[in-house]
């Protein structure tokens, strides 16, 4: 008999039909807004494809690449958020390439991207028990919740496109602070971030330099 945890269930996001199951976080119809913040901003960037880092079910990039129409690579060190993600482009007619593995082993050092949403989790360690219903993987950021989130901007910073635009998804307008002040960017200024209930999204832009 399919337990809990692996039965299929679904979720609208932006008006698409994401599955997904209790080992991949539950896609939040508020995150739409990720994705349309990033599709508010994409006619000011260069032309190129998209990226997310920790796609999870895929609902943010597939909406992004819905809205935006411009070419999305999708990450996730969860195989099986990746399949979902997978499947989930393909019953809404979208063809993203979809990468397995941990994000700062599936880029090339020279892939860049004109748009990139980061959905990391966040939450610390020590909190991760309150949400029972969510898999580890998908919401310990470590000890303060900013681990992974560290990583993500590390690689916005080397991979975004001059001109470019991303929005990272955090808990707090605090962590978004903390997290910047521990570990500030070469090339990248926050432009803006907007609160929600369940969360906050930080708009990050280049200021022109280029990576060595």
Known sequence: METREQETRESVVGGL???????????RPWTAAQAEWLAELSPQAPEGPALELCSGAGHIGLLLQRLTGRDLVMVDANPVACEFAAANAAAAGLAPEVRNGWMDEVLAPDERFALVCADPPWVPRAEITRYPQDPELAIDGGPDGLDVAALCVALIDRHLADGGHAVLQ???????DALLAANPPQRLRLDGVRTFERGVLAHLATDGREVS
């Open 17 to 27: 039909r994401i599955a997904w199951d209790g080992r991949v976080l539950e896609p």
């Open 170 to 176: 955090l808990g707090t307008a605090e962590q978004v």
